[in-house]
């Protein structure tokens, strides 16, 4: 009784009733206070010692936008929320970059209306890097949108991967890029790459990265999803590996979101916008022989709308959230948070 209770509560917060979605709609646990003007990406800084005081990131996508910080309840974190960031479009976390000789964990966000990624000291979300990065310096088209970091498990160098709002379709519209430090503690962020094919169609936001099985996928959207090695030395890291989630999207496919529990090794999570479903795919493929054949395992609705962003910690587990936790974006200005059980759970 005491949970309904908390979860009721946590809902009239946003002004939103779950009871209102249908009973075919997983309902979240919690759902954020709302943004000012447009929420569009989440991301989560996973506190792993102490799981409860861990933060989510949220896009406040607009012209005079912010990134907003969360508690675990959907409690806007005032002192850590930025404000005054240029069309802010999407931000993801790395773990363990080098920072004046000592780890430090970091959010990047992409600025589009610069043409800069912005990256954040976490947990107190302060600027390291003196302004912003240029990213797709001195091309025509260089508005960034999607980000996603992926940590080398071989020597622990993390790079960061940037989609654009348009960009070429011969196999360069990702720019993949290495964080360093200098002597005089200022990041520098280093062209490695250019990859990635695109439709033509719309455009490339969504970008996530499986650090474990050295994955990066990104939505070409109305089309599909694709995959490359996330490693830009990897011997054959400009050849697409996989082009799936082709059918029974109602509009764009949007976020993406990597679960590495659960049946077939995990999931690959994809959010089909107009239809406010969840895709899953395995994440290991369909057998051993056949690591990139994604087929289309089950399908999800969810309570969030028009989403856009979603993110997954699959590791962090809470009362609400046992086996993880699923974050979308919804387009009435807050973001949703689920518990990874319940999503993962239709499929069973």
């Known amino acids: 009784m005491k949970n309904i209770i908390r979860r009721c509560s946590l809902l009239l917060l946003s002004c939103c009733c779950v009871a209102c979605s249908g009973d075919d709609k997983i309902a979240p646990a919690v759902i954020t206070q709302p943004v000012a003007h447009d929420s ?41 929320t930025i404000q005054g960031v240029a069309r802010p479009n999407n931000v993801d976390v790395g773990y363990g970059l080098l920072f004046n000789g000592q780890p430090v964990d970091i959010a990047v966000v992409t600025e589009r209306l610069t043409s800069k990624i912005r990256i954040f000291r976490l947990p107190d979300m302060v600027a390291i890097d003196n302004g912003g990065i240029k990213v797709f310096d001195g091309e025509q088209l260089a508005a960034p949108m999607g980000v996603s970091m992926y940590k080398r498990p071989s020597d622990g160098t993390l790079f960061v991967i940037v989609s654009r709002k348009q960009g070429p379709s011969d196999g360069r519209y990702l720019w993949q890029y290495r964080l360093d430090t200098t002597s005089q503690g200022t990041i520098v962020a280093s062209k490695v790459r250019e990859f990635g094919l695109w439709s033509g169609k719309k ?8 650090n474990e099985l050295g994955y990066v996928y990104y939505s070409d959207e109305g089309v599909g999803v694709r995959k490359y090695h996330a490693d830009p030395d990897a011997p054959d890291a400009d050849k697409e590996l996989a082009f799936f989630a082709r059918e029974g999207f109602g509009k764009d496919h949007e976020g993406i979101a990597i679960s590495d529990k659960g049946e077939h090794g995990g999931w690959i999570i994809v959010s089909d916008q107009e239809n406010g479903e969840l895709h899953l795919y395995p994440r290991k493929g369909k057998s051993p022989e056949f690591p990139h054949l994604h087929d289309l395992m089950k399908v999800v609705k969810i309570s969030a709308l028009d989403t856009d ?10 009362p609400d959230f046992p086996e993880g936790l699923l974050v979308a ?9 689920y518990s990874l059980k319940d999503i993962v759970a239709e499929t069973e």
Request: no cysteine.
């Open 40 to 80: 569009d990406d989440p991301a989560v800084w996973f506190n792993r010692a102490h799981p409860a005081q861990s933060i989510v990131l949220g896009t406040d996508k607009d012209e005079d936008g912010a990134i907003y910080a969360f508690d675990m309840n959907g409690k806007i974190i005032e002192e850590k």
């Open 203 to 210: 455009e490339i936001e969504a970008v996530a990265v499986d």
């Open 309 to 318: 962003g979603i993110e997954v910690v699959s590791d962090l587990m809470l």
């Open 329 to 337: 974006m919804s387009d009435d200005k807050t973001f949703h948070y």
